[in-house]
Structure formats: structure tokens, C-alpha cells
């Protein structure tokens, strides 16, 4: 008897799962659905239905949840930053919100103070632009990570590594001695910060962090970050112009003290505040990202297909041009990033749809990409020699091909029906560790390796 209530348990834990992973049905919201589902249960039951049957035609009654979903939207779209910011009726629910609305403004603040300080100690952006370069990620991301540290209660073994990784970050790329001229530190700089991302994550997901879903929660939010933190940042920049405009009308000259001390600093705290209103959002309107994803996707492939055709037709070689090699990165990034959305957010019908061909499509097209990179990547290793850029670009490269050309096979099996289209989320996020330990090796490995040049 107490194996039937755990196995009805369980399918309860999915279907609640599976609704807030939808990006449209919160928490409150989960609740009151998850009422009306026990309650159906349970007067089905009392008709002489077994647990399982009643499960699965009460769950039938409660709709499916793309109709659920689109009511919640309908519901709450009028009032949607009204119910973001609104007061919980819970009590204990309304003091965590208050607690973590209090943290949040905290952190963001100190992160402002933290890109002043070090003005007090006679270093100028200006003048000292290297020290920033090297240390902006450090203003931000502890001050993410410790809002979900306190936030999440994550285990202590989760909680040593992140700050020992923080720790020897911040020492290390602050002892090296990078010059300006140093290629070493620009990848430093690009690539330490996605490090330390990672281990955000760790705070973000906390305790569940083995979960293949709670990593893909994380991408998502990571995407969501993003979007949140760019519309924050043309805010800033339009808030700063008027200010300068203002300003001039009284014959005051105030841009560098509004972008140096404004601008600046309220850009630091930024992407705080934007995760705090991803996190705080949940489902209260649909995903922006997984949104975009699918209007640019088709777009994207177009202009991929459109490049390579022209660059053939025009007879121009990758292998001479370092800013062809540099724009097949950042486009085969963006695949990697419209395809995940794309998988992310894909409700669970077995049958291919159009954007799964759409995908494949765009990945077969990144690898024919990607491979055109490598191939340049090695020919200028052989002509010019070797250097840190090179041989960094040659490592992520390789990563994302065997990342594209493993979710080419899995999407290839399942439009055979020979897999489920959850070992592509797996896939994904199975990637996640190994993307890491490269970017940690490039970021703080490399410097020595090539002696900080």
C-alpha cells in the first residue's frame, strides 16, 4: 500500500515539475492546481477507480498544459508587473520576498561601492584600465552568487568550491604580471569571467545540481540574464544622456562625471538586479529567449546559408582573414545558443516538429562552419607559428564541434524514433563541466604557459 502512494506520489512530483518548467505556471499558482488535482484524485478514487487511473484522468480534466499555460498568460498578462512586485498573501512568503528584495538592493549597491574603491586608493579607470579589465568579473558575479547562496541553503561542499574558486581567481589573474601589449590577458579577461559563471550556476542550482533539468533551468537563466541585463544597460545609457543633456541646457559640462560615476557604476549592478527579477519572475510571462530563438532561428540559417555562398562565389579565404575566424566564433556561439532555447522549451510530443528540422538544419550548417574554422585555426598554427590566441581558439572550436556534431547524430536517431528527445537535453548539459575546466584552463593556465605574452 505505501509503494502504490509513493509510485502516485511521484507521478504527482513529474506533473508539477513538468508544469513549472513550462515558463508559465509559478509557484502560487502550482499550488492551487495541485489542490484541485488531489482533490480530483481522491473523489475518483471513491468511484472504485484505482490511484493510477484517477491519476491519469483527473490529470486529463486539468487540461493540457500549453491550455494551461496560455489561461495563466491570459489571466495575469494585464497585471503582469503588478503581480511581479505585488505582496504575497503568505506571510512567510511575503518576508522572504522583502528579505530577498532587501539582499538583492545590498549587493547591488556593494557592487557599485566595490568599482569606486578602488578610486580611493589613486586607481583611475583611465589611467589603470588593466586592473578593471582583469577584476570587472569579481565586482559582479560573487555578489550573484551570494544572493543564491542565501537564498538556495546550498550544500557546504558546494558552497567551499565556490568561494576557493573565486578566491584563487581573484589572486592569481591580480599576481600575474600581464603588461598591456599581453595577449594573455585579453583571454584572461574573456575568458575568466565565463569560468566563474559556472560556478554561479553551482549557487544558483544548489543542492540539485546533479539534476539534468536544474542544469537546463540554468541555461535558461543564464539566457534570461542576458536579455534582462542588455534592456537594463540601454536604460542606463538613455538615463545618462538625458542627464548630460540637461546638464548642458545650464551650461554644465557633466558627461564624465555622469558616465564615470553613473553610468559606470549602475552598470556593474545591473546584472544583479536583472537576476534577481529573472529569478523572482519564474513564470510570470513567458520566457524572452526561448521567444527570440524561435524568430531569429530561421533568420539566422538564412544569413549562414546566404555568408557561406558569397564567400565562395567572391573566392574569399578564411585562412588569411583572423576576422573571418573571429565572426564564424561568435556565429557558431549564437547556434549553440538559438538551438538550446529551441530544445529548452520544446513541449513533449514525440513526433519531429518544424523547428527540430530547423535546428538540424542550423547545426549541419555550424559544423560546415565550424570545420572551415578548424581548418583555418591549423593553417595559420602551421604558417605564423603558435600563440596563445590560436591555440585557444583551436580548443573552443573543437569543443563546439563535438557539441554540435553530438546533438547532429541525437537529433538524426530520434527523427528515426530510435531515442527520446530528453538525451538531447542531457547532451547539453552533460557539456557543461567540460566547457568549464577549458575556459578555467585558457583563463588561468595559459598566462603561465606562455609566460604572461
Known amino acids: 500500500m505505501e509503494r502504490r502512494e509513493s509510485a502516485i506520489e511521484e507521478k504527482i512530483v513529474e506533473w508539477r515539475n513538468h508544469c513549472l518548467h513550462s515558463g508559465s505556471i509559478g509557484n502560487s499558482d502550482i499550488e492551487e492546481l495541485e489542490d484541485h488535482l488531489r482533490e480530483e484524485i481522491q473523489a475518483l478514487s471513491k468511484k472504485g477507480l484505482s490511484e493510477e487511473e484517477a491519476f491519469l484522468i483527473a490529470a486529463r480534466r486539468m487540461g493540457n498544459l500549453p491550455s494551461l499555460s496560455k489561461e495563466f498568460r491570459k489571466i495575469t498578462t494585464h497585471d503582469l508587473w503588478k503581480k511581479l512586485f505585488s505582496e504575497p498573501i503568505d506571510i512567510e512568503e511575503r518576508r522572504n520576498q522583502t528579505r530577498d528584495l532587501i539582499l538583492v538592493v545590498v549587493l547591488a549597491i556593494t557592487a557599485g561601492f566595490l568599482t569606486e574603491l578602488p578610486k580611493l586608493f589613486g586607481i583611475d579607470f583611465n589611467e589603470h584600465d588593466i586592473f578593471y579589465l582583469k577584476n570587472a568579473s569579481f565586482f559582479v558575479l560573487p555578489c550573484i552568487s551570494l544572493f543564491f547562496i542565501l537564498k538556495r541553503h546550498i550544500p557546504v561542499p558546494a558552497f567551499v568550491s565556490i568561494v576557493l574558486t573565486f578566491s584563487l581567481s581573484l589572486l592569481l589573474i591580480n599576481l600575474y604580471p600581464f603588461s598591456e601589449e599581453s595577449h594573455t590577458l ?20 544548489g543542492s540539485e545540481w546533479r539534476d539534468v533539468s536544474r542544469r537546463m533551468d540554468f541555461l535558461r537563466f543564464t539566457g534570461e540574464v542576458f536579455i534582462y541585463t542588455t534592456l537594463i544597460f540601454c536604460g542606463i545609457f538613455v538615463i545618462s544622456g538625458l542627464t548630460v543633456l540637461l546638464f548642458e541646457t545650464i551650461d554644465i559640462r557633466a558627461e564624465e562625471y555622469v558616465f564615470e560615476h553613473f553610468a559606470f557604476t549602475v552598470a556593474f549592478a545591473s546584472p544583479i538586479i536583472a537576476a534577481y527579477l529573472v529569478d523572482q519572475k519564474k513564470s510570470v510571462v513567458e520566457n524572452f529567449a526561448p521567444i527570440l530563438a524561435r524568430i531569429f532561428a530561421p533568420l539566422l540559417l538564412c544569413v549562414m546559408l546566404v555568408f557561406l555562398g558569397v564567400m565562395v562565389f567572391h573566392k574569399k579565404s578564411p585562412f588569411l582573414e583572423r576576422n573571418f575566424l573571429i565572426g564564424f566564433d561568435f556565429m557558431l556561439l549564437l547556434v549553440l545558443g538559438i538551438v538550446f532555447y529551441i530544445i529548452s522549451t520544446r513541449e513533449g510530443a514525440k513526433k519531429p516538429q518544424i523547428y ?92 603561465l604557459i606562455f609566460s604572461f605574452k
Not at 598554427?381 to 590560436?390: A, D, E, F, I, M
Not at 581558439?393 to 528527445?421: C, D, P, T
Open 186 to 205: 585579453l583571454l584572461t579577461s574573456m575568458h575568466i569571467p565565463l569560468f566563474l559563471w559556472f560556478f554561479t550556476g553551482i549557487a544558483y542550482i
Open 356 to 447: 527540430d528540422w530547423i535546428s538540424l538544419f542550423l547545426i549541419i550548417v555550424a559544423m560546415i562552419i565550424d570545420i572551415v574554422a578548424l581548418s583555418a585555426i591549423v593553417f595559420r598554427l602551421n604558417s605564423y607559428g603558435v600563440s596563445p590566441n590560436k591555440l585557444a581558439a583551436l580548443g573552443e572550436n573543437v569543443l563546439v564541434f563535438i557539441n554540435l556534431l553530438g546533438m547532429a547524430i541525437l537529433f538524426v536517431q530520434f527523427f528515426r524514433r530510435k531515442i527520446s528527445f530528453v538525451l538531447l537535453e542531457k547532451w547539453q548539459t552533460r557539456l557543461l563541466p567540460v566547457y568549464a575546466l577549458w575556459l578555467g584552463f585558457v583563463g588561468l593556465i595559459f598566462p
